[in-house]
C-alpha cells in the first residue's frame, strides 16, 4: 500500500495523521498507529504498521518494543479502536 492510500485510510477512521521523514504517526483516542515508510516520495510504500497505546513507549536498554505488529492497515485501524 502506498502511503498516499494508507492517509487516506487513516483519516476516513478518524486519525489525526502527521508525517515527519520516514515516519507516519495517526492518532486517535488512546492509541497510536505508527508506520514506516519504504521510500522517501508520494509512491512510496508501507513498510512497517505498529499499534501502541499513546503512553507505551519502546525502551531500548531493556529491548522492550511497545505494541504490536501489524500486516496490513486495516487491520492496525481495527485494533486501535
Request: include cysteine; glycine fraction near 8%; charged fraction near 25%.
Amino acid at each position: 500500500m502506498t502511503t498516499a492510500n494508507a492517509n487516506k485510510k487513516l483519516v476516513a477512521a478518524g486519525f489525526e495523521v502527521k508525517e515527519s521523514g520516514p515516519f507516519i504517526v495517526a492518532k486517535k483516542g488512546r492509541y497510536v498507529i505508527d508506520l514506516t515508510k519504504n521510500g522517501g516520495d508520494l509512491a512510496s510504500t508501507i513498510a512497517t504498521i505498529r499499534v501502541r497505546a499513546s503512553n507505551d513507549l519502546d525502551h531500548n536498554q531493556s529491548d522492550y518494543s511497545a505494541g504490536v505488529y501489524c500486516d496490513n492497515v486495516s487491520q492496525a485501524i481495527r485494533l486501535a479502536r
